[in-house]
Structures are given as structure tokens and as C-alpha cells.
T-cell receptor, first 118, second 114 residues
Framework: AQKITQTQPGMFVQEKEAVTLDCTYD???????LFWYKQPSSGEMIFLIY??????QNATEGRYSLNFQKARKSANLVISASQLGDSAMYFCAMREGRVTGGGNKLTFGTGTQLKVEL | ETGVTQTPRHLVMGMTNKKSLKCEQHLGHNAMYWYKQSAKKPLELMFVYNFKEQTENNSVPSRFSPECPNSSHLFLHLHTLQPEDSALYLC?????????????FGSGTRLTVV
């Protein structure tokens, strides 16, 4: 079974509108972290936002917020006031278990291609 | 400037060639990673190095050979590759242990095997 599922291969949004990108995850760990990354056509992966499994409040970073519903195992990314520069591929990722020596291994979803239109 | 630099940005190689990808980070991170990104597939973790020691080899074929001489540099040596190895190869680093940080990625090397 996939650990990270992104069911929207492509999304369109009009400039200045808000958009929600879906992400569901599967883990039996109690301690885990959820990440969203943006990948423009240039190829680099840009870290956007982080949500810890024990965080009581939803994470926010500027125009990005994470709608974390633990019981439903979903971690949707909300982008408010979309801009043309937001057009990119967006990946949801999860780090399972406690952080220990050995590196923070992240498992990624297949991504959602977002296109912002005028 | 992302802090993680990958060279070259693009590489075309024949199946009998030997080439190397280079990754360098100036962030003081202690863990470094190689990921493979193929079209329409999730990123695939290939190798993990923590304090220069390899801690993960995700069943990668031996035609990919990593090298980590120090915590700032990571190489991926390539030889006798197959056309299906064509992909974007991403290097990343992280500060470990750190709960809230993910990876800092480089811009990747787009590899085409002909």
C-alpha cells in the first residue's frame, strides 16, 4: 500500500483564488512528520511547510497552510491568493518514527501539477 | 542559491560510458541523500549517508556507486547504465536529528542514457 497518496494529478486555479491540494498518508507510527514541497520546472524541490504528528495547531507559513486531520490521516495543503508563480508540481512527504541517527528518510507521493491561470 | 549544488545540470551518456554526478552542500548538514525522480513516479530514495557513513542502500543496482568523502560532498558514480536509468537525480541534505526540518534539495542532474 502506498504510504503517501495524492489523488489529484493536475489542478487548475484562477489567480488570487485559494486552492487545496489533497494528501492522505498511511502509518502505524505515533510520531511522524508531514512535509510539502514545491518543484518548479527548474527541477529543485523547495520546502514549503511542516506538520508534526503531535502539533496541536495546523501549520501556517505565509500563504501556505496545512489542514491536518489526524483521525482521517490527511494533510492537505491550502494555498491562499494564488499567484502565477505558484504554478509547479507539489509533493507531499512523510517522515515516520522518531528522528534518530541515520537520516530523516522521507517518503514522497506522486505529486500534483498545479496551474494558476489569469 | 539553495545551499545544495549539483553538477552537471544535464548529462547525456552512452550505455558504455562512465560518469559521475557531484553534490555539494554548504549548510553544515550531516546527512546527505540521493533520490531518483522518473516521470509519473514518486521520488525513489537511493542512498543515505549520515556523517559520511552509508546508512541506506535501497536495493540500488551496482551500476550506481555512491561515494561520500566528507559530510559536505556526495558523488554518484555511473557505469554501464541502461536507458531506463534516464531520470532526474536529486541530491539533498538534512540536519539530523531535527524534527522539523525536511531536506534541502539541489536542482538536480537530468540524466539521459542513450
Amino acid at each position: 500500500a502506498q504510504k503517501i497518496t495524492q489523488t489529484q494529478p493536475g489542478m487548475f486555479v484562477q489567480e488570487k483564488e485559494a486552492v487545496t491540494l489533497d494528501c492522505t498518508y498511511d502509518t502505524s507510527d505515533q510520531s511522524y512528520g508531514l512535509f510539502w514541497y514545491k518543484q518548479p520546472s527548474s527541477g529543485e524541490m523547495i520546502f514549503l511547510i511542516y506538520q508534526g504528528s503531535y502539533d496541536e495547531q495546523n501549520a501556517t507559513e505565509g500563504r501556505y497552510s496545512l489542514n491536518f486531520q489526524k483521525a482521517r490521516k490527511s494533510a492537505n495543503l491550502v494555498i491562499s491568493a494564488s499567484q502565477l508563480g505558484d504554478s509547479a508540481m507539489y509533493f507531499c512527504a512523510m517522515r515516520e518514527g522518531r528522528v534518530t541517527g541515520g537520516g530523516n528518510k522521507l517518503t514522497f507521493g506522486t505529486g500534483t501539477q498545479l496551474k494558476v491561470e489569469l | 542559491e539553495t545551499g545544495v549544488t549539483q553538477t552537471p545540470r544535464h548529462l547525456v551518456m552512452g550505455m558504455t560510458n562512465k560518469k559521475s554526478l557531484k553534490c555539494e552542500q554548504h549548510l553544515g548538514h550531516n546527512a546527505m541523500y540521493w533520490y531518483k525522480q522518473s516521470a509519473k513516479k514518486p521520488l525513489e530514495l537511493m542512498f543515505v549517508y549520515n556523517f559520511k557513513e552509508q546508512t541506506e542502500n535501497n536495493s540500488v543496482p551496482s551500476r550506481f556507486s555512491p561515494e561520500c568523502p566528507n559530510s559536505s560532498h556526495l558523488f554518484l558514480h555511473l557505469h554501464t547504465l541502461q536507458p531506463e536509468d534516464s531520470a532526474l537525480y536529486l541530491c539533498a541534505s538534512s540536519q539530523d536529528p531535527s524534527a522539523r526540518s525536511g531536506y534541502t534539495f539541489g536542482s538536480g542532474t537530468r540524466l539521459t542514457v542513450v
